[in-house]
């Protein structure tokens, strides 16, 4: 048994881990795609500098990987609609925002490439414990 709380009744709790984990992963796969967006874009100040707001907007609204992530985020929101309307709050929407918050770490790391520092491993390790203390 992966979660061992007070899950609502015909909810088994590896039914409550795999929606618990689908709002984790579609959120942090939105949240990588409209970041990779943004810095494809580049600047919007600068951008906004030369063409105007206009131009900042037809940037955004331009790039088929914003509009991939905002669909992820988007999927995301209505899984964790799903997940509230069959889980307790206390545990689905505190869960699933410590392990995005986990997620997002690890795919800045592998797939923006960005500089993860000692303190963000720390604080994820920290997160990964109070789920387990939440889900115990």
């Not at 795999?18 to 959120?27: D, G, K, R």
């Not at 810095?39 to 088929?64: F, N, Q």
């Not at 490439?113 to 789920?131: P, Q």
Request: glycine share 6%; net charge positive; with cysteine.
């Amino acid at each position: 048994m992966i979660l061992p709380v007070a899950l609502p009744q015909g909810v088994s709790p590896w039914l409550a881990a795999a929606m618990i984990a689908t709002v984790a992963i579609t959120s942090t796969i939105g949240e990588v795609l409209t970041a990779a967006a943004m810095k494809s874009i580049g600047d919007l100040d600068e951008i906004r500098a030369h063409s105007g707001l206009k131009g900042a907007i037809r940037a955004v609204l331009t790039c088929p990987l914003f509009f991939l992530g905002v669909a992820f985020l988007a999927f995301a929101f209505f899984a964790l609609l799903f997940a509230l309307n069959h889980l307790n709050l206390s545990l689905a929407a505190p869960a699933a925002a410590s392990l995005t918050l986990v997620t997002n770490a690890i795919a800045a790391k592998l797939f923006l490439k960005e500089n993860v520092d000692r303190r963000r491993w720390t604080a994820a390790v920290l997160v990964c414990i109070g789920v387990y203390l939440l889900a115990h």
